[in-house]
Every structure is written in structure tokens, then in C-alpha cells.
């Protein structure tokens, strides 16, 4: 669905470099997956809530456990790109986000991402810490 979900989202710059392109000027599918995990950790800190927090006074990682892309136009060198994150459920030790890179307000890609919170030691599942539980779950747009 190229028309985004309702709720706010957060908004990470990014620019394609020629590093990111193959040899016509077009980014790297795999690069994608990249930038959107930069922006998810750029949106958790921006809430005051980094993953080393999580991980130093609770044990616990977010890991992928799926990710769905789908591409509708790619992303060019020199292209200055947001990737939109938006929280759409937070579950016991799962979050989903819907992410998009956007140009010029057009959608490139959307990325359906379901992360799994485990114990870093154990590799197990484990709830979501609060207070990153009660954060994602206020965000704008969020089911519980």
C-alpha cells in the first residue's frame, strides 16, 4: 500500500551516496534494509529510550524477527531520502513499525518489520522493558 498508515511518524534523513548505488546510479535493494534500521535506532533515541539502555539495565535486545519490503521506485545517487518510521502495535515482546523511504513525497518503499525483544544473554524471548513498553505503546498511531 503506497498511501501510509495514519499516526506520526518520526523522519530520518538520509542522502544516497555512490557508495549505495550499483553501477547506473541506482541504490542497492539491500540498503534499504540499512537505512531503516539506522532510522528505528535513531527513533528510539530520539525518545530518549537508546538500545544501550536497554541492553545495559535490562538484559534485552531488539532483534528482526520479519521484515517485508516491497519497492515501488528506486532510490538515485544523490537523492535526498526520509525514511519514515511509524509504530503500529506493541505486543508482549513483539513491536511492529511501518517504514517508508519517501523523495520529494513520493513513496520508494515500504517495509513492514516485526521486531522480537529478547534476553541478551539467553536468546530468549522477553517482554519489553518499560519504559520503552508504555513509550511505543503511547506513540501516534500505536494498537495495543
Known amino acids: 500500500?503506497?498511501?501510509?498508515?495514519?499516526?506520526?511518524?518520526?523522519?530520518?534523513?538520509i542522502r544516497v551516496y555512490f557508495e549505495d548505488t550499483d553501477a547506473g546510479g541506482v541504490a542497492y535493494h539491500a540498503n534499504y534494509l540499512r537505512w531503516a534500521e539506522r532510522a528505528r535506532t535513531e527513533s528510539l533515541r530520539d525518545m530518549g529510550l537508546p538500545h544501550q539502555l536497554m541492553m545495559e539495565r535490562h538484559h534485552s535486545i531488539l532483534v528482526v524477527r520479519r521484515?517485508?519490503?516491497?519497492?515501488?521506485?528506486?532510490a538515485r545517487l544523490d537523492d535526498?531520502?526520509?525514511?519514515?518510521?511509524?509504530?503500529?502495535?506493541?505486543?508482549?515482546?513483539?513491536?511492529?513499525?511501518?517504514?517508508?523511504?519517501v523523495w520529494a513525497e513520493e513513496a520508494l518503499a515500504a517495509l513492514h518489520v516485526e521486531l522480537a525483544c529478547i534476553d541478551r544473554d539467553t536468546l530468549r524471548p522477553k517482554r519489553i522493558p518499560e519504559p520503552w513498553r508504555a513509550a511505543l505503546?503511547?506513540?501516534?498511531?500505536?494498537?495495543?
Do not use: C, N, S
Open 1 to 13: 500500500m503506497k498511501t501510509p498508515p495514519p499516526g506520526q511518524a518520526h523522519h530520518f534523513p
Open 80 to 101: 535526498a531520502i526520509v525514511v519514515e518510521t511509524r509504530v503500529m502495535a506493541v505486543r508482549g515482546v513483539t513491536l511492529l513499525l511501518d517504514q517508508r523511504m
Open 67 to 74: 521484515i517485508e519490503v516491497e519497492y515501488w521506485r528506486p
Open 137 to 144: 505503546a503511547d506513540a501516534p498511531g500505536a494498537a495495543r
